[in-house]
């Protein structure tokens, strides 16, 4: 069976091909490798699968490029697509829009043509955001909220992925799984996360910028939790039938924390008292995010099992085994 894996040298992406190679699974990874951080973290995930060189195979390509993507596996019998490649960022996309219009939405057609055409495929996992539910204030936020008024463009943009999809399932009975992520965080994150950019500031002894003075809530979800959620979507048969061949769940750790209690974990797990810069809130970001996992606990049977203290704890053992400040 043969696994292809966009946005592979990205944070999901690189821990869910270890997994599926680590399990003895062919997999095909695409990145294009772009400088959004940098690109050096993103050889190191790559260096991490090496050992799987036999059963691995990188390509550097951008999924905006239709040709180039289907060039790539012309020879491959592709069994199951889990398609993580974005361009990722709240934040960045209010400056920078063009990315994510050719790889969060003409990638994403792109993947969806490619799933299209592929004969061999039993299904394909793509990730959304819990950034669709823009300014929603009812909490816990379930697959069945209004998500209509996205407050960011990168919002927007997973948005559009989503109505792509239920059009494409509806019209050519592709099986489409999407996954709303909520907050991740874990070894081999991503720089221009909070977790991250805390941990570099603390440790260099400057101050980490509190938005909204620190009155604000996320949902945040270890990786690893995040990784089987993943494998089951793609992989098992779920529990209940599903009476649609496309289906949205929330993917979180269904237990929202206060940003300023994520702060004194990473305090606490690296021995150092952050010096704090209280600032209002930041154009695009919204006070808090909460996941019902309702509808992939009763399908899957996904349930989380790390909690903030100890998914921070591996977190910073990871970051000071690495030198991970480097990046």
């Given amino acids: 069976m043969t696994y292809l894996v966009t946005g592979v040298a990205g944070f999901i992406g690189f821990h869910v091909a270890q997994k599926l190679l680590q399990r003895g699974e062919r997999v095909v990874g695409f990145d294009n490798l772009n400088d959004y951080y940098a690109v050096a973290l993103k050889r190191a995930r790559l260096d991490a699968l090496k050992p799987h060189h036999n059963s691995f195979r990188f390509v550097e390509c951008d999924i905006a490029d239709a040709a180039a993507i289907r060039a790539a596996v012309s020879n491959e019998r592709i069994t199951k697509i889990v398609h993580l490649a974005a361009q990722a960022g709240v934040r960045y996309s209010i400056d920078h829009p063009e990315p994510y219009a050719a790889t969060n939405l003409t ?111 996320r949902d ?83 349930k989380p099992t790390t909690s903030l203290e100890a998914g921070i704890a591996k977190f910073v053992r990871w970051f000071k085994d690495t030198n991970a400040v480097r990046y």
């Fill in 107 to 217: 990638g994403h057609l792109n993947m969806l043509e490619l799933a299209r055409h592929t004969d061999t495929l039993d299904r394909m996992v793509y990730a959304s955001s819990s950034s669709v539910y823009g300014g929603n204030t009812k909490l816990p936020f379930s697959e069945d909220d209004p998500v209509e008024k996205p407050v960011s463009l990168y919002a927007a943009t997973k948005r559009a992925d989503e109505l792509m999809s239920i059009s494409y399932s509806h019209l050519y009975d592709l099986p489409l799984v999407g996954l709303r992520f909520f907050t991740v965080y874990g070894p081999w994150g991503r720089p221009d996360m909070a977790l991250w950019k805390f941990a570099k500031a603390i440790m260099e002894n400057r101050p980490i910028p509190v938005f909204n003075h620190g009155k604000m809530q």
């Fill in 220 to 302: 945040f979800t270890y990786i690893e939790d995040i990784v089987a959620g993943v494998l089951a979507t793609v992989d098992a048969v779920p529990k209940k039938s599903l009476d649609e061949g496309h289906r949205l769940y929330n993917i979180g750790n269904n237990q929202p924390e206060e940003l300023m209690h994520l702060i004194e974990c990473l305090e606490r797990e690296l021995g150092l008292e952050a010096v704090k810069e209280m600032l209002p809130m930041q154009p695009g970001d919204v006070h808090a995010t909460y996941a019902d996992i309702t509808r992939i606990a009763d399908d899957y049977g996904f």
